[in-house]
């Protein structure tokens, strides 16, 4: 597996990947409208896009972040792992990644919208692993100097 910044190429095995894991979670599977335009609605605004891509150079994983405005924090937006290859460290490869970049950016808050605890596997292990709840949908990591 190897993480890259976005590439227009990937954006239909992207939008097929995201349709899938949000069906395997049983959600009606509809999409998000920044990802029809992740060029316009990432990059060309001064953020990245991630993509986590496998050896037959298929997409099995995403991760944004949109900047807030006039602050040092970030939105971590569409955290998604191919629903048959969860638990294998892809998430945790992309919130790694994008943490990194942030810490370089000098960003000092990322904050994550989970959708509330009903998404309890999420829940426990970001909140477990990077960051503290501060409100019962919402995450915020504070990075350490």
């Given at each position: ?26 959600r009606v599977?509809?999409?998000?409208e920044?990802l ?6 990432y990059?060309e ?11 037959n ?5 995403s991760?944004?972040?949109n900047?807030?405005?006039d602050?040092?924090e ?12 969860k638990?294998q ?6 919130l790694?990644t ?13 904050k994550?919208?989970l959708?509330g605890?009903d ?10 692993i990077s960051?503290t ?13």
């Amino acid at each position: 597996m190897k993480i890259i910044k976005y590439e227009e190429k990937y954006r239909d095995d992207m939008i097929f990947m995201i349709l899938e894991a949000k069906n395997a979670l049983g959600r009606v599977p509809g999409l998000n409208e920044d990802l029809l335009d992740v060029r316009k609605n990432y990059l060309e605004v001064g953020d990245i896009f991630w993509l986590a891509i496998d050896d037959n150079d298929r997409v099995i994983g995403s991760i944004g972040y949109n900047s807030i405005k006039d602050t040092d924090e970030v939105w971590l937006h569409r955290l998604f792992v191919k629903y048959n290859l969860k638990r294998q460290g892809i998430g945790s490869a992309l919130l790694e990644t994008a943490e990194q970049y942030l810490r370089k950016q000098e960003k000092k808050i990322a904050k994550v919208h989970l959708g509330g605890k009903d998404w309890v596997e999420s829940w426990t292990r970001l909140c477990g692993i990077s960051g503290t709840a501060y409100d019962e949908r919402i995450i915020e990591n504070k990075f350490p100097r």
